[in-house]
């Protein structure tokens, strides 16, 4: 069978939807994409590909557009589409009443390898409502078949983005190209999707991390090196360093087959002398882990996040030893954060040493614990997940939670990285919390970071020039979950 995946841009290259490819045509069947932004008309390009069966990758941040998006191919053919994604698995409502076919909650390869089995064999609808993963609209909601056990990386085919790059070469042209070779992670914090996500899994042995084999993780980045070009890779796992027995044989091999500097992201609990000496021999520029918040109160009572501050300057201090750079993720605006409160975590920025400062705004997904904590709080309204589900939600940069300190907070949106370089700027931008921010100086101060990233992945100016002109702004980016397509 001939199965079409549709997404809605270039930025949003899905290394779980890649797997999901790879997982199917192992199993004899057909796979090819389409992205909406590159087609001058996506229905009038889905017919020409004559799919037997489309998904459609449905983010919680891209909702809008996907509901839109399954309404132009309705009206355009009459093929079974489905919806994949955090959008269906941590808030199907959001999906009510679309004349889909099926939403798979969950990863998606054991139900998409079921459903297109049972569709080659003629089955109607009442053959796949057993089909683990797979809910149907029926009645005004969705029912369908708990979640069930996620495939073992060790069981998907070496993925290939050729599944992008046939169609999109400006693609492979980009020189900084993301993989993947593990799904899951271990913490429980309630502002992320894995948490919610965990939930759904049918026991606690499938919550862990689970990894693909180390030589099948480089494969995958030599075929694309042998291609080219490729000069920085970035491993989009949530926990990179959660195995230092599998690091351990991961490094020599890249570093003999591969040898391409690489960024990669972890916690900091995962991070000691032993860990940060395999990530050098591996050829490791940067690793990035969460500091979100310095604030212990925040950190354990909103976040449910269990790292501890000494974890991180260890993990720093691990790092600076083997000359391997630190990059950290960070959020602002947090229900019931103060401006002084998140002062507190750039001025732990400056003493950790960071090279690479990742901040966002805290941001209230449907279906996660920080969300239910602020609605139950008063810092959302009671109705928050019927406004961002509806159709005409769009995300705007700023503090999302209600709070008294917006100006304060959007200048230190700004200000952040300035304040993290030491005490004497982090006291001058207090200082400057409260004051008008000129928009020529808002402008300007808003590129660092995309400054910020061309740096820590090591971007050429001239390339990413090139493919962000094609492609779009960054913060369209929607899809960012490495276990979801």
Partial sequence: ???????????????????????????GHRCSLLLDREETDLAHSTRAAQPELILIACSMLNHWWARNAAKRLQNALDVPIVMAGTGPTLYPDMLSDTRLTAIIRGEAEAPMV???????????????????????????????T?????????????????????????????????????????HRCTYCYISSLNQLLPDKRSRKVRRKDPLQAVEEVAREAAVGPLTHVHFSDDLFTNDPQW?????????????IPFTCNTSAELIDERVALALSEAGCHAIGFAVETANPELRLNVLRKGVRTEHMHHAAQSLRQVGIRLATFNMIALPGETP?????????????????????YAFPMPGTGMTDYAIEHGYLPQDWAERFCSPDFRYKPGPQFKTPHVQEFKNLFLLFRMASKNSVLLGVVRSLLSSPTPSFLHRILSLQGAWN?????RIPVTAGLRFFAQVGRPEMRATNFPALV
């Avoid at 069978?1 to 199993?27: G, K, P, R, T």
């Avoid at 993963?133 to 969705?142: A, E, K, P």
């Avoid at 990233?453 to 992945?457: A, L, P, S, W």
């Fill in 1 to 27: 069978m001939h199965v079409l995946f549709i997404q809605n841009n270039a930025l949003d290259e899905s290394q779980a939807l890649i797997d999901l490819a790879a997982y199917l045509e192992a199993h």
């Fill in 114 to 144: 079921a459903l297109v089995d049972a569709l080659e064999s003629g089955a109607c609808d009442t053959d796949i409502t057993d089909i683990p993963g797979l809910y149907q609209w029926q009645s005004n909601s969705w029912h369908g």
């Fill in 146 to 186: 708990a979640t069930g056990v996620p495939t073992p990386m060790t069981s998907v085919p070496l993925a290939n983005k050729d599944l992008y790059y046939n169609r999109y070469p400006f693609m492979r042209q980009f020189p900084f190209k993301r993989f993947l070779t593990s799904r899951g992670c271990h």
């Fill in 247 to 259: 690091l351990e044989e991961f490094a020599p091999l890249y570093r003999e087959r591969v040898g």
């Fill in 340 to 360: 002084e409160q998140a002062l507190e975590t750039a001025q732990l920025n400056a003493d950790l040493g960071t090279d690479y400062i990742r901040l966002n």
């Fill in 453 to 457: 990233e061309k740096r820590n992945f």
